[in-house]
């Protein structure tokens, strides 16, 4: 199994940035891919995740109606776009996945890792 994350970059505060995630390597259809993210000095955190089969969502509060991930079943990638970046948007992203029957944030749940791809929010 192979994740790939790619996209991050420098963006303003109040601008966008779109990541992707491509993955490689599943026996199954079925899994859930997560976007995970951890700044300087904190603790990783979950960001988003969706259902590869049927596109179920879930997001934590902190980026709800500023971020939005998508997937793309033919290419097996997963979007997560960000708009309205915050400084505190910044930090290393990873993309994770599962194949546990659960839309969870919590990173114990998760056994596959791509590296990461950083994001900086700065004017």
């Known amino acids: 199994v192979q994740l790939q994350a790619s996209g991050g970059g420098l963006v303003q505060p109040g601008g966008s940035l779109t990541l992707s995630c491509a993955a490689s390597?599943?026996?199954?259809?079925?899994?859930?891919i997560g976007w995970f993210r951890q700044a300087p000095g904190k603790e990783r955190e979950g960001v988003a995740c969706i259902s590869r089969s049927d596109g179920r969502t879930l997001y934590a509060a902190s980026v709800r109606d500023r971020f939005f991930i998508s997937r793309d079943k033919e290419k097996d990638t997963v979007y997560l776009q960000m708009d309205n970046l915050k400084t505190e948007d910044a930090a290393l992203y990873f993309c994770?996945?599962?194949?546990?029957?659960?839309?969870?944030?919590?990173?114990?749940?998760?056994?596959?890792w791509g590296q990461g791809t950083l994001v900086t929010v700065s004017s």
């Open positions: 390597g599943f026996t199954s259809d079925y899994r859930i």
């Open positions: 994770a996945a599962t194949d546990a029957p659960i839309i969870s944030l919590q990173d114990r749940y998760y056994p596959h």
